[in-house]
């Protein structure tokens, strides 16, 4: 040893730690959404890609913007803001506004985060809220879809996209039907089922070949994308399995009792933005559950309110607001979830 | 039972799998420490009252010695650790953190160290009450960490029958393998032992639990064990904290101790391998418990490995003689998961301390502490199935009351695993300390 005394540092117990940081997964989860952003753009072209750039730095030029004004240090360091830039451009229409989409990101950041005080300390997903904003203010542009597989897709952006802040976005049918490859009927597959009755191929969907908001078309796609975050531990499988399971049950349901007026349960778990949200929008650690239990009773109750809503809503945004819904309920049934705790007495509890 | 049970490896739901590190000392046989020129003996080294100390500054002791005798039920005596004059009693800096009285002896150099003996047993014709005594005056507490007084355990409490006694060799924090070689070194004493324990309880059966990773240990053992099935080895497997006295009672039987409950309310005596061992070996020449076998392991050593320290033995002298070659470090008494940071050099060893742990600043950078995400990685690792995400937002708002009522904090047995998962490095354990401590002081003022 040394002639001199060696410094002593001071901690508590543990004294070592293997966990991933906060920063790691959320590095992580970036790292998944890239494939099914890469995958949009080449459905949708330069002006999804648009939507993600453009979405994504109003989330964390907003974040950084409240952690000045809290006089905080700055948070984008850790991704989350990045996260919600992505997921929110992904359940938007490709040729949304970009300006919306600023707006979108603005408010998801502002009202669904940095109001309840940051990371770790949102009660909904703040993608969410942001998508609910924008549903609620522009409820045109963000229910004009656009066909995938464009043939210019690459060299032009999509009318609507490039449209002025507090314009109204010029119509796309005219473009739609100047593009569009054979078979676009301008309409996404939920759409047709509820309001023309039309059920689109499983096969179809869970390929990716069909309209939808830029980040829903593959299903395939967003559970391989899943599947990495699950192997890397960092995406907790038990929320999506009960959401598929809790849709899966509550569609089969319906679809036994009437076949030729609901559609099957196939169908409901691989159209719309099911898929990506029960992989990428209910796991999100915030919002969502951590006991066992709870975990299962939201998941599951996700599922349920999504199949309700389409069925009998006004909308098809039924994950959405099934997610919110969810979130909005998470406090109360954690509450009477507590594990039960080893060792614990039958007579005393 | 659990769905782990049906593949037939005997383990418990949850825990953690931390990296080993015990590759730097478990192939090597235990040596002996020489003799500090002076060491330290802390009158509290364990639960209950501390000794009283019989001996006086300026006196002769021998090594062996009783130098203080126990006061109450809960306390055990201590015995001089080396030969040589005892320098005085002074308030000395302590593994627990705090300051108290220890007997200071400066060795005598010239001296042979040879512990004396009292007179031969023949354990065999002794009483129950007898054995329970006998322990009692070899001082011994649990050296496996818990430092409870072993006769208090042996004595089962009114009401209750104990018909099997685990002998605990798990070892599961890392860097750890004193029971490792005690298992595989003294195999005989470990086993009377076991019989002295067996009989003091009155249990008919017993089962040494090792983790999987101790193959070793189970083909020592396995040749000793009798045949008629009273004493058997059960390996259990690798995880943490498998050697926390509930995990391994349900990792081996399926039962669980209650929360707040001893092991003698589901019929069970849980002693650590170290501890009989040492019985074992102390009880027939009447000797009492003056040294144990310590891991000096960690970074920056030249000579680590598993060494028989006696007690009192400054940290100055072992980081001196296993060549400590660093400038900086934690030196850690205990495991990595479980143990304490020692504040001075001049901290002994007591009977509790099984490892000395040196980790360098590589191990000790300390990273921000983040605002919890609810991720649930610390529910999935909780053995005891509490909710420590929940627990760390309410001490984080002081409402420690709420812990104690409504989330159990008292059933946490402090095991670390949720602040080893938190990817928000929340020091959650710390916390519980914290609230625990406020907790026991807001009981003791309400009357």
Known sequence: ?349 | MSLLKLFGRKTFPKGIHPAEYKEQTSAKPTRRLPFAPQVIVPLSQNIGKPSIAIVHKGQSVERGEVIAVADGPLSVPLHAPVTGTVKGIELMQTPSGAKKDCIIIDTQPSSSQIPIRGEERDIASMSREELIQAVKDTGMVGLGGGSFPTHFKMTVPEGKQVHTVIVNGCECEPFMTTDHRVMLENVKNLILGIRIAMKCVDAGKAIIGVEDNKPDVLAAIKPHLPQDGSLTIEAVETKYPQGAEKMLAYSLLGVEIPAGGLPADVGLAVFNVATLAEIGRLLPHSQGLIERVITITGDDLEKPGNYIVPIGTPLRYILQYANFTGEQAELILGGPMMGTAAASLDTPVTKGTGTVLVLDQRATKNDDILPCIKCSKCLQACPINLNPCELGQLAAKRRYDVMEEQYHLNACFECGCCSYVCPSNIPLVQYFRIAKVLNRERHLNNG
Request: aromatic fraction near 14%; hydrophobic fraction near 50%.
């Open chain 1, 1 to 349: 040893m040394a002639e001199k005394s060696p410094k002593i540092d001071i901690r508590t117990s543990p004294y070592i730690r293997r966990a991933p940081t906060v920063t790691e997964i959320m590095r992580h989860v970036v790292y998944a959404l890239l494939p099914i952003c890469a995958y949009s753009i080449y459905q949708f072209g330069i002006s999804a890609l648009a939507s993600m750039i453009i979405t994504t730095s109003a989330c964390v030029a907003t974040e950084h913007f409240f952690c000045r004004m809290a006089e905080k240090r700055s948070t984008i360091g850790d991704y989350s803001a990045v996260i919600t830039g992505l997921l929110l451009a992904l359940t938007l229409p490709p040729g949304f506004p970009l300006w919306m989409g600023v707006v979108g990101g603005f408010v998801s950041i502002a009202l669904g985060k940095a109001l309840f005080g940051g990371l770790g300390f949102n009660v909904f997903n703040p993608a969410l809220v942001g998508r609910a904003f924008v549903q609620a203010a522009f409820p045109v542009a963000i229910t004009t879809w656009t066909p995938a597989f464009a043939e210019n897709r690459f060299s032009e952006f999509i009318p609507s996209t490039l449209a002025f802040p507090f314009m109204t976005a010029e119509p796309t049918a005219d473009w739609t039907l100047n593009t569009a490859i054979d078979g676009f009927t301008g309409a996404t597959p939920l759409a047709l089922m509820k309001f023309q009755g039309i059920m689109t191929d499983a096969q179809d969907l869970f390929l990716g070949t069909v309209a939808g908001s830029a980040g829903e078309p593959s299903s395939l796609l967003i559970l391989l994308c899943g599947a990495y975050l699950i192997y890397k531990k960092m995406l907790d499988w038990r929320i999506t399995a009960a959401v598929i399971f809790g849709t899966f049950i509550t569609a089969e349901i319906f679809y036994l009792m009437d076949p030729s007026k609901y559609p099957s349960a196939s169908f409901m778990i691989f159209s719309g933005g099911l898929m990506f949200a029960a992989v990428f929008m209910t796991t999100d650690m915030v919002s969502s559950p951590v006991t066992p239990l709870g975990i299962f009773i939201i998941g599951f109750l996700i599922g349920f309110m999504t199949v309700i809503i389409r069925l009998f809503g006004a909308l098809t945004e039924a994950v959405m607001y099934a997610i919110l819904f969810g979130n909005a309920a998470t406090p109360i049934i954690e509450s009477f979830t507590q594990p039960r705790i080893f060792g614990a007495r039958k007579d005393k509890d």
